[in-house]
């Protein structure tokens, strides 16, 4: 049909994966008005609705996620195309949006993004420490490393690895005033850990088939880690937190760990890698995808 074409085709996908008009006017750098004018002219030529509009999304009918899917298919072949063509001659360049969860980012990762900066140094890097759990596409996040217990259904996934906590005290703390023995006994003690806001903090235990569930509620809270780590070296109480935080300080006897016998699990213990499904991939994006997924596999390896 003379009416479709690759440009109205493409703006169909643009739309689509923004979610509603607004959105993929942003990303587009036009006016919503234009997005409409444009839609409505794409779908009268062809005599058929393609979106659905609700007051907070689109959806593609029928005919719509036909269109849709060719559409993808096309300008990710254009997308291939234009890189190609850019980086001859060139080093590997581009840019990528990476959000990381702000303890495990600070502590472990940083340190491998320096690295890869240092490998590609024509890639621009934006990395965002954050333990949200967002609309990447909303955010224009391309690649998003979480700890959950699974991941949201409508985002591309691959799991990483498995994030053990731990309860955990100075050996001073642990000296004056003791571990606790039992699980319940948790709520009366100082506890320090990060919380989600809007969220009840419950701890999962597991052991030998057994399963206890508490409810807890901080006396000290921060999405700070190296505060966390602080404050619980510092002998201000007990800590629920990532192993990887108190490791070496177990190691060398500053810490002391309690339960240990216990699978702990608080806001999930599964590390995944997300990332939308139908945006393209340029290939700096799947080059710190693929060093990643790397890195943290060689971490995680006992």
Known sequence: MESINAQSLI????????????????KLKMSRANISYHLNQFEQALGL???RRTTRRIEPTEVGLSLYRHGRVIRDE???????VDSLGRGLH?????????????????DWMIEFKRSYPDIALDVVFDNSI??????????????????????????LCQVRYVLCASARYAQEHGMPERLED????????STVEGRELRLAAYRDGERQEILLKPTLASENFQFLREAILS????????????????????????????????FGSRMFLLRMPG??????????????????????RP
């Open 235 to 266: 002998g201000l109480g007990i800590g629920l937190v990532p192993d990887y935080l108190v490791n070496e300080a177990v190691a060398d006897g500053r810490a002391v760990l309690a339960f240990d016998a216990w699978r702990l699990s608080v």
């Open 186 to 193: 948790l709520p009366g003690v100082p506890l320090i850990t």
């Open 279 to 300: 945006r393209y991939q340029t290939l700096a994006a799947r080059t710190l995808i693929d060093f990643l997924i790397q890195r943290v596999r060689a971490w995680a």
């Open 78 to 84: 254009l997308l291939a195309a234009r890189e190609s």
């Open 11 to 26: 703006l169909l996908v643009d739309i689509v994966d923004a979610g509603n008009l607004s959105k993929a006017a942003r």
């Open 134 to 159: 967002r609309d990447l596409l909303g955010e224009e996040i391309d690649i998003s490393v979480r700890v959950m217990s699974e991941p949201p259904p409508q985002m591309v996934a691959h799991e």
């Open 49 to 51: 609705q393609l979106l």
């Open 94 to 110: 581009g840019s990528v949006r990476l959000s990381l969860p702000t303890g495990f980012g600070h502590l472990v990762v940083s």
